[in-house]
């Protein structure tokens, strides 16, 4: 596979604002993101044979989709979004005292996942769902670095559906470093190597009110769990 390095002049890689500015992505290959102790790979356009709106209006359709209870700090929340679980069986998933059992992979996500094990040369066993269902939806910043995902997971992101900006946050370091990408509608975002020990990531709410989102996350449980984390 043949990976593009792209950095940008002045050091300033998609630094906030910066980043409507440019017009790299329209790439039809995997770009990789000058991050510094990350391994973030960006592609605008993956080829479904049919549209991505036709596959966002099947997934928002077709997935068993819920609005799950999550547990920080002995509170109970509703997630701001909703989500599903799918995988090989036996690949429960635990986060945010939320433990989820798999569902079995249904056509739709099936096709969705050989797409992106032939572009990223991976397989994947399940696969994380978010519906975002407007402005108000979001994931808080976190990491996914969950031990069942074992150390430097590749984690790999299709989006349908409204463009949402995707947040990265240095663990340590300066707030500058933040860097906003907006993930388009048929993208593939993938995360590896240290990604998960460097950076935070999330999507935020948003004021103006803006259409649907599916976010699916193609991960691969490769242990046990030992801990509890949240999110
Ligand atoms: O919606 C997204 O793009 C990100 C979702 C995410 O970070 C997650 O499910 O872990
Ligand atoms: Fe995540």
Not at 26 to 55: C, M, W
Not at 100 to 120: D, G, H, N, Q, S
Not at 150 to 165: C, D, H, K, M, V
Not at 176 to 189: C, D, E, K, V
Request: glycine share 10%; charged share 25%; hydrophobic share 35%.
């Amino acid at each position: 596979m043949f990976y593009r390095y792209v950095g940008l002049q002045g050091g300033g890689l998609l630094r906030d604002k910066e980043l409507k500015m440019q017009s790299l992505f329209t790439s039809q290959e995997l770009v990789k993101l000058n991050l510094p102790g990350a391994d973030v790979r960006y592609q605008e356009h993956l080829e479904f044979g049919r549209s991505a709106g036709e596959i966002f209006d099947d997934l928002v359709r077709q997935i068993s989709w819920k609005h799950e209870d999550i547990t920080i700090h002995g509170k109970t929340f509703k997630q701001p979004r909703l989500t599903a679980w799918y995988g090989d069986p036996g690949m429960s998933y635990t986060y945010s005292g939320l433990s989820l059992a798999p569902l079995a992979w249904p056509a739709l996500l099936l096709e969705l996942k050989r797409k992106v094990e032939e572009v990223t040369q991976q397989t994947y066993n399940s696969a994380l769902l978010n519906q975002y269902r407007g402005h108000r939806d979001s994931v808080g910043f976190h990491a996914d670095d969950e031990p069942e995902l074992g150390r430097n997971p590749t984690i790999a992101s299709l989006s349908f559906g409204e463009t949402r900006e995707f947040v990265l946050k240095p663990k340590r370091g300066r707030p500058g470093q933040t860097t906003r990408l907006p993930l388009a509608s048929g993208s593939l975002l993938v995360m590896a190597g240290e990604t998960q020990q460097n950076w935070l990531h999330g999507v935020e709410k948003l004021n103006a009110p803006c259409g649907g989102r599916v976010n699916i996350t193609f991960r691969n449980i490769v242990g046990q769990r030992r801990g509890r984390f949240a999110r």
